[in-house]
Antibody, heavy 121, light 107 residues
Framework: QVQLVESGGGVVQPGRSLRLSCAAS????????MHWVRQAPGKGLEWVAV????????YYADSVKGRFSISRDNSNNTVSLQMNRLRAEDTAIYYC??????????????WGQGTLLTVSS | DIQMTQSPSSLSASVGDRVTITCRSS??????LNWYQQKPGKAPNLLIS???SLQSGVPSRFSGSGSGTDFTLSISSLQPEDFATYYC?????????FGQGTKLEIK
């Protein structure tokens, strides 16, 4: 069965860096685009970043562009999110998400359990 | 970016009721619309894709409709396990965007 397991969350001071990781299993990882989606406490869902199946392209939300970097290792079935210059407003649960497709229509079909990042002094 | 607006933001209903949640996009998105259910402390779960296609394992009391800019999620007879927050999401263009959520509560 498909599993996505995030790790790396924690408490970090503003301005510092942190790296989140997601270990994927149960599917052919190298065939799927992978995303990070976050949810601030008590708030809605916000897309953060995507990396294409082959790692060639990646895109970011304006709110994190220039500070966050998404990468993947298709030999180890992992996707990572390097977060630099962290701000209080980055505090959220970060979900690793697989992008599936039905008849060519993209959708978020599998989500990890999430990892909590708290940015606070 | 395409903005997704859900209404209502919260809804109180009773077991057995029929409820409808509306999602409107700021631009044409054809049928590139997905619905997710999220329960407290859990990750979102995909319910409906392509506006009306029920995911495997999702009860038939859930249904989706719409195209273009206006969409609805309906639950025909609420069950206790349906009380949750529901999000719509467009996948027509990047960045993918979500509605603000509709919290369905027990009356």
């Amino acid at each position: 069965q498909v599993q996505l397991v995030e790790s790396g969350g924690g408490v970090v001071q503003p301005g510092r860096s942190l790296r989140l990781s997601c270990a994927a299993s149960g599917f052919t990882f190298s065939r799927y685009d992978m995303h990070w989606v976050r949810q601030a406490p008590g708030k809605g869902l916000e897309w953060v970043a995507v990396i294409w199946f082959d790692g060639i392209n990646n895109y970011y939300a304006d709110s994190v562009k220039g500070r966050f970097s998404i990468s993947r290792d298709n030999s180890n079935n992992t996707v990572s999110l390097q977060m630099n210059r962290l701000r209080a407003e980055d505090t959220a649960i970060y979900y690793c998400v697989r992008e599936g497709r039905i008849s060519g229509y993209p959708l978020f079909d599998y989500w990890g359990q999430g990892t909590l990042l708290t940015v606070s002094s | 970016d395409i903005q997704m607006t859900q209404s209502p933001s919260s809804l109180s209903a009773s077991v057995g009721d029929r409820v409808t949640i509306t999602c409107r996009s700021s631009q044409f998105i054809s049928r590139f619309l997905n619905w997710y259910q999220q329960k407290p402390g859990k990750a979102p779960n995909l319910l409906i894709s392509v506006a009306s296609s029920l995911q495997s394992g999702v009860p038939s009391r859930f249904s989706g409709s719409g195209s273009g800019t206006d969409f609805t999620l309906s639950i025909s007879s609420l069950q206790p396990e349906d009380f949750a927050t529901y999000y719509c999401q467009q996948s027509y263009t990047s960045p993918p965007t979500f509605g603000q959520g509709t919290k369905l509560e027990i009356k």
